[in-house]
């Protein structure tokens, strides 16, 4: 069953329905309700406002999808590294630094010819921050949590990421404090390429398990 | 429970919608949502599976129209009183003043 | 009462807040074994997902332990171990989904019951 395309063709860009008549984006009273809750608390002495403003830095502008492309180009060009990363991916991640917070306890799924492996949350939006940093907002939406266990094929064909049919299909579904990325295939023509250029081919979405790595050509002209 | 947040399967909830270049926070006030949570919380007031349930406990329709970091905050400022940190009447004033005093005008 | 300064920022997501716990408790199921997902409908919090209730599926992987969120989000840790457990997308879905794929979730050993002989 598909849903009509043109139903939801006003939904907004966070992927919540339109609300027709009644559109609050964002409301007026989140902005204030936000700022009197961080006031209330710095005022009490529980909470410091350049602590915040730190952490805000962290995830806006250190922590994000790079540090997982680093990952999946050490492991492409690296076997043991990589043969460490499939086996306990705490460890492995503990050498190059990656931060633990929302990502404590690692898995690194490996997809490969006969296996695509794809990255859900059905129940919230738990996700690896420590390697792809804080989550998008189609990761969090209904729509991607709803469908993606249902119909993966479906969904990944949207993300244009053609699975051939008998390729196992794969979807986890995070319902637990472990948090997975995906080591996506290694594309053909990529075989002189420096770790540096590796990690430039490496998006998000492939270590979501939603597409694959483009070739180095098709990357280019996409 | 059986709220709306476990919603693996369902239908109708509308296509999946990308946006490329994407910014990490697309309102200031999501970034200070974002770290109020986890600043606020150096105390453990909650533990994770707590403020997981506060979320599943929002209203089902508001849970569905609003976004990510509007759970937070709603979440938080209920776990927040339900902790006795602070009371929905301290809430309810500073909203009030900050009403009062900004207009419409956005937060910082 | 313990507030972030700026200087403990870093070590918040270096360390992040592992729940893992080293705790001499006997698994109650073993990779390979069949089991069948309790047909649970709590008031209270649950990550055991409606779709993924009352069906069978395979023991593939042991976490070990951690505490239990049904009943940790209700003040008590309840800790057991939490493994990966694999279902194929018919027996969830039935037979409209494709015959290759699968799903795994991860669950409690309160979630779950060994299967009945020969499923």
Known sequence: MSAHPRAHADDDEQGRPANHGHHHAPPEDILVRVRALEALLVEKGLVDPAAMDVLIDAYEHRIGPHIGASVVARAWTDPDFKARLLKDANLALEELDVSRLQSEDMIVLENTPEVHHVIVCTLCSCYPWGVLGLPPNWYKSPPYRSRVVREPRKVLQEFGCDVAPETEVRVWDSTAELRYMVLPERPAGTEGMTRHELAALVTRDSMLGVSKVAAPIEAATA | MNGVHDCGGMDGLGPIRRVSNEPVFAHDWERRTFALMLVANANSYWNIDESRHFIERLDAVHYLQSTYYEHWIHSMEAMLIEKGVITQQEVDAKIAAFSAKQGTQQCR | ?119
């Open chain 3, 1 to 119: 009462m313990p507030v972030m300064r700026p200087d403990d920022v870093g070590l918040m997501v270096r360390e992040g807040y592992p729940l893992k716990l080293d705790l001499p408790i006997e698994p109650r199921f073993r990779e390979g074994d069949r089991v069948l997902t309790r047909n649970l409908n709590p008031h209270h919090h649950t990550r055991l997902p409606r779709y993924a209730r009352a069906k069978l599926g395979t023991v593939v992987r042991d976490h070990g332990v951690y505490p239990f969120p049904d009943t940790n989000a209700h003040g008590e840790a309840t800790p057991q171990h939490v493994y990966v457990v694999r279902f194929t997308a018919r027996e969830i879905w039935g037979n409209s989904a494709a015959v290759t794929d699968t799903l795994c979730l991860d669950l409690w050993d309160d979630h779950l019951d060994p299967a009945p002989e020969g499923r």
